[in-house]
């Protein structure tokens, strides 16, 4: 198996799961974008994560970027339902948008993965 069709196939399986087939803050359907450093699922059109800047997401197109066996393997234990589980025990009050994305939540979920980042 080659390595286009190894992540497809792994990406078909993470992304039969239900919380992963919308997109993490908004909902759309069937996002093909994620962000390596937090396990989730994206939609192209949600520029949140895009403006974040790399130092806090890195985004990477499921079909369209390569992935690292390290990459892979963050998706597969994280995923949106491992994130908003996280989010819900230790964000500040769960608020949305940029605040659940401090910096030691973030520090501390993408330990908790195990994440190489990009």
């Known amino acids: ?45 949600y520029a949140l994560h895009c403006n974040m800047g790399v130092h806090i997401t890195f985004i990477h197109s499921m079909n369209l970027d390569s ?8 998706m597969k234990v994280g995923g949106n339902a491992t994130d908003f589980a996280y989010l819900h025990k230790n964000s500040t009050g769960g608020k949305m948008g940029w605040v659940k994305y401090e910096r030691w939540v973030t520090e501390a979920y993408r330990e908790e993965l195990g994440s190489e980042g990009r």
């Open 1 to 45: 198996m080659n390595i286009q069709t190894r992540e497809r196939h792994i990406f078909a399986i993470l992304c039969a799961q239900k919380a992963n087939k919308t997109h993490f803050d908004c909902s759309a359907h069937n996002p093909t974008w994620l962000s390596v450093i937090f396990a989730i699922y994206l939609c192209l059109d």
């Open 67 to 74: 992935w690292s066996p390290a990459q892979l393997h963050t």
